[in-house]
Protein backbone atom coordinates (compact mmCIF):
# COMPACT_ATOMS: atom_id res chain seq x y z
CA UNK A 1 0.00 0.00 0.00
CA UNK A 2 1.37 3.36 -0.63
CA UNK A 3 2.63 5.59 2.10
CA UNK A 4 -0.41 7.29 3.99
CA UNK A 5 -3.19 6.23 2.38
CA UNK A 6 -5.70 3.52 3.66
CA UNK A 7 -6.59 2.55 0.26
CA UNK A 8 -4.14 2.11 -2.96
CA UNK A 9 -3.21 5.97 -3.90
CA UNK A 10 -0.24 7.39 -5.96
CA UNK A 11 1.66 9.45 -4.11
CA UNK A 12 1.64 13.34 -4.83
CA UNK A 13 3.72 14.39 -7.40
CA UNK A 14 4.76 17.67 -5.74
CA UNK A 15 2.24 20.00 -7.27
CA UNK A 16 -0.84 20.88 -4.70
CA UNK A 17 -3.86 20.14 -6.11
CA UNK A 18 -5.93 22.83 -8.03
CA UNK A 19 -9.05 24.70 -6.58
CA UNK A 20 -10.80 24.07 -9.43
CA UNK A 21 -11.25 20.52 -9.07
CA UNK A 22 -12.44 20.97 -5.52
CA UNK A 23 -14.40 24.02 -6.79
CA UNK A 24 -16.09 21.19 -9.63
CA UNK A 25 -16.94 18.52 -7.11
CA UNK A 26 -18.50 21.08 -5.04
CA UNK A 27 -20.49 22.17 -7.61
CA UNK A 28 -21.67 19.03 -8.63
CA UNK A 29 -22.58 18.26 -5.27
CA UNK A 30 -24.56 21.34 -4.76
CA UNK A 31 -26.48 20.68 -8.16
CA UNK A 32 -27.35 16.73 -6.60
CA UNK A 33 -27.96 18.58 -3.51
CA UNK A 34 -30.36 21.23 -5.78
CA UNK A 35 -32.25 18.09 -7.44
CA UNK A 36 -33.08 16.67 -4.53
CA UNK A 37 -34.24 19.84 -2.76
CA UNK A 38 -36.38 20.38 -6.38
CA UNK A 39 -37.92 16.84 -5.89
CA UNK A 40 -39.30 17.11 -2.21
CA UNK A 41 -40.42 20.36 -3.19
CA UNK A 42 -42.41 18.83 -6.28
CA UNK A 43 -43.03 16.25 -3.94
CA UNK A 44 -44.64 17.97 -1.46
CA UNK A 45 -47.01 20.54 -4.36
CA UNK A 46 -48.27 17.17 -5.92
CA UNK A 47 -51.71 17.79 -6.37
CA UNK A 48 -53.46 15.32 -4.32
CA UNK A 49 -57.63 14.52 -4.73
CA UNK A 50 -60.65 12.90 -3.55
CA UNK A 51 -61.22 10.20 -6.41
CA UNK A 52 -64.54 9.51 -5.16
CA UNK A 53 -65.62 13.05 -4.34
CA UNK A 54 -67.82 13.12 -7.84
CA UNK A 55 -69.68 9.74 -6.93
CA UNK A 56 -72.89 9.78 -7.69
CA UNK A 57 -75.51 7.92 -6.10
CA UNK A 58 -76.93 5.06 -8.65
CA UNK A 59 -79.81 4.54 -7.01
CA UNK A 60 -80.90 8.24 -6.81
CA UNK A 61 -83.75 7.72 -9.30
CA UNK A 62 -85.07 4.20 -8.46
CA UNK A 63 -88.79 3.93 -8.92
CA UNK A 64 -88.74 6.39 -11.63
CA UNK A 65 -90.12 4.23 -14.45
CA UNK A 66 -91.93 2.12 -11.83
CA UNK A 67 -95.07 0.22 -13.56
CA UNK A 68 -95.84 -0.79 -9.99
CA UNK A 69 -96.54 2.91 -8.77
CA UNK A 70 -99.21 3.24 -11.06
CA UNK A 71 -100.79 0.11 -10.92
CA UNK A 72 -104.70 0.21 -10.66
CA UNK A 73 -107.28 -2.02 -9.31
CA UNK A 74 -108.29 -4.00 -12.26
CA UNK A 75 -111.88 -4.75 -10.47
CA UNK A 76 -112.75 -1.31 -10.20
CA UNK A 77 -115.51 -0.91 -12.78
CA UNK A 78 -116.69 -4.36 -12.46
CA UNK A 79 -120.66 -4.58 -12.24
CA UNK A 80 -123.11 -6.95 -10.95
CA UNK A 81 -123.17 -10.42 -13.23
CA UNK A 82 -126.81 -10.73 -12.03
CA UNK A 83 -127.85 -7.05 -11.99
CA UNK A 84 -129.81 -7.74 -15.07
CA UNK A 85 -131.80 -10.58 -13.93
CA UNK A 86 -135.37 -10.61 -13.16
CA UNK A 87 -136.40 -10.38 -9.33
CA UNK A 88 -140.52 -9.96 -10.55
CA UNK A 89 -142.65 -12.75 -11.62
CA UNK A 90 -146.13 -13.31 -12.90
CA UNK A 91 -148.18 -16.07 -11.20
CA UNK A 92 -149.57 -17.81 -14.58
CA UNK A 93 -151.94 -20.17 -12.17
CA UNK A 94 -153.76 -16.75 -11.11
CA UNK A 95 -155.74 -16.26 -14.28
CA UNK A 96 -156.60 -20.40 -14.63
CA UNK A 97 -160.18 -20.32 -14.94
CA UNK A 98 -163.58 -23.15 -14.34
CA UNK A 99 -164.11 -25.11 -16.94
CA UNK A 100 -167.81 -24.25 -17.05
CA UNK A 101 -168.57 -24.86 -20.27
CA UNK A 102 -168.82 -28.44 -20.07
CA UNK A 103 -170.81 -29.32 -17.09
CA UNK A 104 -173.38 -26.65 -18.29
CA UNK A 105 -173.38 -28.66 -21.63
CA UNK A 106 -173.72 -31.76 -19.70
CA UNK A 107 -176.53 -30.23 -17.11
CA UNK A 108 -178.63 -28.86 -20.31
CA UNK A 109 -177.99 -32.79 -22.03
CA UNK A 110 -179.57 -34.28 -18.40
CA UNK A 111 -182.25 -31.33 -18.20
CA UNK A 112 -183.10 -32.24 -22.06
CA UNK A 113 -182.78 -36.01 -21.38
CA UNK A 114 -185.08 -35.35 -18.15
CA UNK A 115 -187.60 -33.43 -20.13
CA UNK A 116 -188.01 -36.41 -22.76
CA UNK A 117 -187.82 -38.83 -19.75
CA UNK A 118 -190.77 -37.05 -18.27
CA UNK A 119 -193.06 -36.37 -21.48
CA UNK A 120 -192.82 -40.08 -21.96
CA UNK A 121 -193.91 -40.87 -18.49
CA UNK A 122 -196.82 -38.67 -18.98
CA UNK A 123 -197.84 -40.23 -21.83
CA UNK A 124 -197.49 -43.61 -20.42
CA UNK A 125 -200.09 -42.69 -17.86
CA UNK A 126 -196.79 -42.93 -14.70
CA UNK A 127 -198.02 -41.86 -11.68
CA UNK A 128 -197.00 -38.57 -9.85
CA UNK A 129 -194.74 -40.26 -7.95
CA UNK A 130 -192.86 -41.43 -10.60
CA UNK A 131 -192.56 -38.09 -12.07
CA UNK A 132 -191.05 -36.63 -8.41
CA UNK A 133 -188.64 -39.13 -8.17
CA UNK A 134 -187.43 -38.05 -12.31
CA UNK A 135 -187.57 -34.45 -10.76
CA UNK A 136 -185.70 -35.18 -7.78
CA UNK A 137 -183.03 -36.93 -10.16
CA UNK A 138 -182.57 -34.02 -11.62
CA UNK A 139 -182.03 -32.20 -8.87
CA UNK A 140 -179.58 -34.34 -7.79
CA UNK A 141 -177.53 -33.71 -10.78
CA UNK A 142 -178.17 -30.00 -11.23
CA UNK A 143 -176.56 -30.17 -7.40
CA UNK A 144 -174.19 -32.32 -7.89
CA UNK A 145 -172.65 -30.55 -11.43
CA UNK A 146 -172.52 -27.33 -9.03
CA UNK A 147 -170.79 -29.53 -6.69
CA UNK A 148 -168.15 -30.06 -9.51
CA UNK A 149 -167.99 -26.35 -10.18
CA UNK A 150 -167.45 -25.78 -6.43
CA UNK A 151 -164.69 -28.03 -6.10
CA UNK A 152 -163.22 -26.88 -8.97
CA UNK A 153 -163.02 -23.41 -7.85
CA UNK A 154 -161.42 -24.59 -4.84
CA UNK A 155 -158.61 -26.13 -6.58
CA UNK A 156 -158.01 -23.60 -8.47
CA UNK A 157 -157.84 -21.33 -5.79
CA UNK A 158 -155.32 -23.56 -4.10
CA UNK A 159 -153.46 -23.52 -7.37
CA UNK A 160 -153.34 -19.87 -7.60
CA UNK A 161 -152.33 -19.66 -4.18
CA UNK A 162 -149.65 -22.56 -4.67
CA UNK A 163 -148.20 -20.22 -7.57
CA UNK A 164 -148.12 -17.06 -5.60
CA UNK A 165 -145.86 -18.84 -2.63
CA UNK A 166 -143.39 -20.48 -5.69
CA UNK A 167 -143.51 -16.71 -7.20
CA UNK A 168 -142.40 -15.56 -4.20
CA UNK A 169 -139.87 -17.73 -3.39
CA UNK A 170 -138.56 -16.85 -7.30
CA UNK A 171 -138.16 -13.23 -6.70
CA UNK A 172 -136.88 -13.92 -3.17
CA UNK A 173 -134.07 -16.58 -4.67
CA UNK A 174 -133.33 -13.84 -7.44
CA UNK A 175 -133.22 -11.17 -5.02
CA UNK A 176 -130.63 -12.72 -2.85
CA UNK A 177 -128.56 -13.98 -5.87
CA UNK A 178 -128.48 -10.02 -6.85
CA UNK A 179 -127.42 -9.37 -3.26
CA UNK A 180 -124.94 -12.06 -3.12
CA UNK A 181 -123.35 -11.06 -6.09
CA UNK A 182 -123.12 -7.57 -5.50
CA UNK A 183 -121.57 -8.37 -2.46
CA UNK A 184 -118.61 -10.66 -4.37
CA UNK A 185 -118.22 -8.10 -6.82
CA UNK A 186 -117.89 -5.49 -3.77
CA UNK A 187 -115.36 -7.78 -1.89
CA UNK A 188 -113.31 -7.95 -5.14
CA UNK A 189 -112.96 -4.72 -5.87
CA UNK A 190 -112.25 -3.89 -2.52
CA UNK A 191 -109.64 -6.94 -2.27
CA UNK A 192 -108.14 -5.99 -5.74
CA UNK A 193 -107.94 -2.29 -4.18
CA UNK A 194 -105.95 -4.01 -1.00
CA UNK A 195 -103.64 -6.08 -3.04
CA UNK A 196 -102.90 -2.91 -5.52
CA UNK A 197 -102.15 -0.63 -2.16
CA UNK A 198 -100.28 -3.56 -0.54
CA UNK A 199 -97.95 -3.96 -3.83
CA UNK A 200 -97.44 -0.30 -3.94
CA UNK A 201 -96.88 0.38 -0.58
CA UNK A 202 -93.93 -3.12 -0.58
CA UNK A 203 -92.64 -1.44 -3.76
CA UNK A 204 -92.06 2.62 -2.11
CA UNK A 205 -90.96 0.84 0.92
CA UNK A 206 -88.25 -1.18 -1.26
CA UNK A 207 -87.48 2.06 -3.35
CA UNK A 208 -86.68 4.01 -0.22
CA UNK A 209 -84.50 1.42 1.13
CA UNK A 210 -82.93 1.14 -1.80
CA UNK A 211 -82.30 4.86 -2.22
CA UNK A 212 -81.34 5.22 1.36
CA UNK A 213 -78.66 1.95 1.23
CA UNK A 214 -77.48 3.72 -2.42
CA UNK A 215 -76.80 7.06 -0.46
CA UNK A 216 -75.26 5.60 2.49
CA UNK A 217 -72.87 3.81 0.14
CA UNK A 218 -71.59 6.95 -1.95
CA UNK A 219 -71.40 8.84 1.38
CA UNK A 220 -69.17 5.70 2.98
CA UNK A 221 -67.26 5.78 -0.31
CA UNK A 222 -66.44 10.11 -0.44
CA UNK A 223 -65.75 9.38 3.19
CA UNK A 224 -63.22 6.57 2.38
CA UNK A 225 -61.85 8.72 -0.12
CA UNK A 226 -61.44 11.19 2.09
CA UNK A 227 -59.68 8.70 4.78
CA UNK A 228 -57.51 7.12 1.81
CA UNK A 229 -56.63 11.29 0.59
CA UNK A 230 -55.97 12.07 4.65
CA UNK A 231 -53.28 8.98 4.23
CA UNK A 232 -51.74 10.30 0.90
CA UNK A 233 -51.46 13.36 2.21
CA UNK A 234 -49.53 11.45 5.24
CA UNK A 235 -47.72 9.30 3.09
CA UNK A 236 -46.77 12.95 1.22
CA UNK A 237 -45.22 14.47 3.76
CA UNK A 238 -43.67 11.20 6.10
CA UNK A 239 -41.94 10.85 2.02
CA UNK A 240 -40.64 14.60 2.02
CA UNK A 241 -39.32 14.50 6.06
CA UNK A 242 -37.94 11.27 4.54
CA UNK A 243 -36.18 12.92 1.55
CA UNK A 244 -35.24 15.54 3.84
CA UNK A 245 -33.91 13.17 6.76
CA UNK A 246 -31.93 11.27 3.65
CA UNK A 247 -30.16 14.62 2.56
CA UNK A 248 -29.72 15.97 6.34
CA UNK A 249 -28.47 12.03 6.55
CA UNK A 250 -25.92 12.76 3.65
CA UNK A 251 -24.63 15.79 4.56
CA UNK A 252 -23.74 14.57 8.23
CA UNK A 253 -22.16 11.08 6.79
CA UNK A 254 -20.20 13.10 4.52
CA UNK A 255 -18.85 15.85 6.99
CA UNK A 256 -18.39 12.58 9.45
CA UNK A 257 -16.99 10.41 7.06
CA UNK A 258 -14.55 13.27 6.23
CA UNK A 259 -11.94 15.00 8.40
CA UNK A 260 -10.62 18.16 6.27
CA UNK A 261 -8.00 20.53 8.69
CA UNK A 262 -5.25 22.52 7.98
CA UNK A 263 -2.20 20.76 6.75
CA UNK A 264 -0.67 23.32 4.90
CA UNK A 265 3.41 23.92 5.65
CA UNK A 266 3.21 27.50 5.06
CA UNK A 267 0.46 27.83 8.66
CA UNK A 268 2.91 25.97 10.71
CA UNK A 269 5.91 27.32 12.87
CA UNK A 270 7.96 25.24 15.31
CA UNK A 271 7.56 22.28 13.47
CA UNK A 272 9.22 19.21 15.34
CA UNK A 273 9.57 15.97 13.65
CA UNK A 274 7.52 12.82 16.22
CA UNK A 275 7.85 9.84 14.08
CA UNK A 276 6.93 7.72 11.15
CA UNK A 277 2.80 6.55 10.71
CA UNK A 278 2.50 2.61 9.88
CA UNK A 279 2.51 3.34 6.11
CA UNK A 280 5.74 5.56 6.28
CA UNK A 281 3.75 9.06 6.65
CA UNK A 282 6.20 11.28 8.68
CA UNK A 283 4.17 12.75 11.81
CA UNK A 284 5.00 16.15 13.44
CA UNK A 285 4.23 18.46 16.33
CA UNK A 286 3.57 21.67 15.27
CA UNK A 287 1.52 25.11 15.87
CA UNK A 288 -0.50 27.65 13.71
CA UNK A 289 0.94 31.04 12.76
CA UNK A 290 -2.32 32.48 12.85
CA UNK A 291 -4.53 31.45 16.46
CA UNK A 292 -7.61 31.38 13.86
CA UNK A 293 -6.78 28.10 12.84
CA UNK A 294 -6.20 26.91 16.34
CA UNK A 295 -4.18 27.63 19.12
CA UNK A 296 -1.79 25.39 21.47
CA UNK A 297 0.59 22.94 19.98
CA UNK A 298 -0.76 19.88 17.36
CA UNK A 299 -0.02 16.61 15.66
CA UNK A 300 -0.39 15.93 12.05
CA UNK A 301 1.05 15.35 8.97
CA UNK A 302 2.65 17.83 6.11
CA UNK A 303 -0.01 18.24 3.18
CA UNK A 304 3.49 18.24 0.82
CA UNK A 305 4.08 15.13 2.26
CA UNK A 306 0.58 12.96 1.58
CA UNK A 307 -1.31 11.53 -1.31
CA UNK A 308 -2.46 13.95 -3.60
CA UNK A 309 -6.09 12.45 -3.11
CA UNK A 310 -6.10 13.24 0.79
CA UNK A 311 -5.58 16.81 -0.29
CA UNK A 312 -7.22 19.31 -1.75
CA UNK A 313 -6.83 23.35 -1.75
CA UNK A 314 -9.05 25.90 -0.23
CA UNK A 315 -10.31 28.96 -1.86
CA UNK A 316 -7.84 30.75 0.45
CA UNK A 317 -4.97 29.45 -1.36
CA UNK A 318 -3.45 26.68 1.63
CA UNK A 319 -3.87 23.35 1.14
CA UNK A 320 -5.83 21.00 3.30
CA UNK A 321 -5.61 16.95 4.08
CA UNK A 322 -8.73 14.59 4.87
CA UNK A 323 -7.45 13.01 7.40
CA UNK A 324 -9.69 9.93 7.57
CA UNK A 325 -7.68 8.70 4.28
CA UNK A 326 -4.27 8.66 5.90
CA UNK A 327 -3.40 6.75 9.25
CA UNK A 328 -2.66 9.58 10.96
CA UNK A 329 -4.92 11.07 13.47
CA UNK A 330 -5.08 14.91 13.96
CA UNK A 331 -5.01 15.67 17.45
CA UNK A 332 -4.10 18.28 19.98
CA UNK A 333 -1.19 17.97 22.01
CA UNK A 334 -1.17 20.94 24.48
CA UNK A 335 -3.21 24.44 24.99
Partial sequence: MPIGLKKATPFRNGSPMKWGRNKELKDEIGEQKGDLLGDITDFKNM??????????????????????LGMTNQFAGMGNPM???????????EDIGVNTKGVELAQRQFQEQSAQQLEAFKSMGMSGQQVQTMANASLKQSAMTRADIGGQEQDLKKLAAGGAE?????????????????????????????????LIGATELDIDKTQAEGAWKKQMAVMGG???LQNLQLQQAQGALALQAGMLEGTQGEKASTKWYQSDRKLKHNIVLVGKSPSGLSVYNFEYKNSKFGEGVWQGVMSDEVPSEAVIQHEDGYDMVDYSKIDVNFIKIKN
Fill in 226 to 228: EAD
Fill in 47 to 68: PLENVYSGTQDTFANVGANNRI
Fill in 166 to 198: RVQQMEATAKEKKMRAGFEVDKMVRQGQFDVDK
Fill in 83 to 93: MGLPDQFENKQ
